[in-house]
């Protein structure tokens, strides 16, 4: 049977209990986080825009930041009866341009800034990320098959590669 | 392969190059005046029934969301302004080939249009931030950057791999590759086809320079928005090909722009809210293709 597909778009949180094909299209510098709770068979996935949400502006979209997508994602999960002690987790994205000339690249370097928040979220909150693919100047489209737990990551010029299973198989 | 070929040489050999109806050309050239006249714009527009058409569906979508229905182009003129009319001529010219793919990039579908409009998209949005150009200008350049990966996605087809190997091995940028391989590379491509269809200046050098804004002397401020604008599509993935974000970037475009480095975050939401409003435009393209 053919998984149903859940695209998760930009600042986007999509939970359900197992079964879709979550996807994450197109990642560029932004971060596509995936988790799983074993026991309560509970999936989600945030696709992380920024860093952190902005202390002058109300938060349109939790799932646009890692400081505010991370504890959303695990919040709605919650509501499925995930439970936060079991979750497993993998993140793939977090590319950035090639190289910043001579200068300085400040706050530029947002996809490096995005993986470091989305990293910290997850040491912060006590999850135990099984996998990582991150850095780079590639483009990603991210896979999680909630049925199988099979992360895949691909690349637009490599093939697709298994990243990890988030069912621990 | 092409080594031996000038650029000239694929330019003419190359049979499905981009084109824009020349009564959109007409309608840049016009509008990019100083003594520029509406009533002229509008006269090109209508020089081109099916131009002037798609334009009159553009002008009506949600985007503009005005109260009552624009009946004709001429009224569009008055009620949008020539500037935003020639954008919207530019995006009903450039729409139906932007869409298709190309191959040699590892472009699906949709996905240089993509990159495109978001690059006009972010360029505005610099224009307009910093107020260093004029914003409907920015967008027009921003939407054209990348013409020359249409003439040379052809010659560059089942080399991606290859050349992206050689860029990670030599360390050096996806145009770097293509100048090594072939002489030049998409932007110089680009920039000879802005000539030949005689767009203004500026527009010109924004395609030349998109990816080097530092050799544009003296420096033109619609190069940097361009080259920003780039920057913020390829960050947030939108329509990212083969050669991905292996480009450089220039801080000192940042300096030139008085953009704080610090403000980069803000900059990439505004980008985001942006792009998602004018897909509003977007809901009547397919039909207006």
């Known amino acids: ?169 | 392969m092409a080594g031996t070929l000038t650029l000239e040489d694929i330019v003419r050999k190359t049979t499905d190059l981009p084109s824009i109806p020349s009564a959109a050309l007409a309608v840049i050239r016009e509008a990019d005046r100083p003594d520029a006249s509406a009533q002229k714009v509008a006269e090109y527009i209508a020089q081109d029934q099916s131009l002037a058409a798609r334009v009159l569906r553009l002008a009506n979508s949600a985007y503009f969301g005005l109260s009552r229905k624009i009946l004709d182009h001429r009224e569009a003129v008055v009620v949008l302004g020539m500037r935003s009319v020639r954008n919207l001529a530019m995006v009903a010219s450039t729409y139906p080939w932007m869409i298709r793919p190309l191959k040699g990039y590892n472009l699906g579908p949709k996905q240089m249009w993509t990159h495109s409009f978001g690059t006009a998209v972010g360029a505005q949005l610099i224009a307009k931030e910093t107020g260093k150009a004029d914003p409907d200008a920015a967008f027009t350049a921003g939407l054209l950057h990348n013409i020359g990966k249409v003439a040379l996605s052809i010659w560059l087809e089942n080399k991606l791999p290859a050349m992206m190997a050689m860029a990670v091995r030599d360390d050096l940028t996806f145009d770097q590759v293509e100048r090594k391989l072939l002489g030049f590379d998409h932007a110089e491509v680009g920039a000879y086809l802005a000539e030949e269809w005689n767009l203004p200046e500026p527009l010109v050098l924004a395609i030349r320079y998109h990816h080097h804004p530092d050799e544009c002397v003296p420096p033109e401020p619609i190069v940097d928005c361009v080259h920003f604008g780039d920057y913020l599509t390829m960050s947030m993935g939108f329509g990212l090909g083969g050669d991905g974000l292996r480009y450089e970037f220039s801080t000192k475009a940042l300096h030139r722009l008085a953009i704080d480095p610090e403000a980069t975050d803000r900059l990439v939401a505004a980008f985001v809210a942006s792009y998602e409003e004018y897909e509003k435009l977007f809901q009547d393209l397919d039909q207006a293709a």
């Open chain 1, 1 to 169: 049977m053919v998984a149903t597909q859940l695209l998760v778009g930009m600042a986007e949180i999509q939970v359900a209990k197992e079964g879709p094909l979550f996807v994450c299209l197109g990642l560029g510098s932004c971060i596509g986080l995936a988790a799983y709770d074993p026991v309560a068979k509970v999936a989600g996935m945030v696709h992380v825009m920024l860093p952190a949400a902005f202390a002058d502006k109300p938060v349109d979209k939790p799932g646009k930041f890692a400081d505010t997508g991370v504890p959303h994602l695990l919040e709605q999960m919650a509501r499925l009866g995930a439970s936060r002690s079991r979750i497993l987790v993998a993140m793939a994205g977090g590319a950035q341009v090639f190289n910043f000339g001579s200068g300085s690249a400040g706050k530029l370097d947002i996809g490096r800034r995005n993986a470091d928040a989305v990293e910290a979220q997850v040491q912060a909150l006590g999850l135990r990320c099984l996998g990582k693919d991150v850095g780079g100047n590639q483009g990603r489209t991210m896979t999680f098959d909630s049925g199988s737990g099979l992360i895949k990551v691909r690349t637009v010029t490599s093939m697709e590669r298994a990243l990890c299973n988030l069912k621990g198989s």
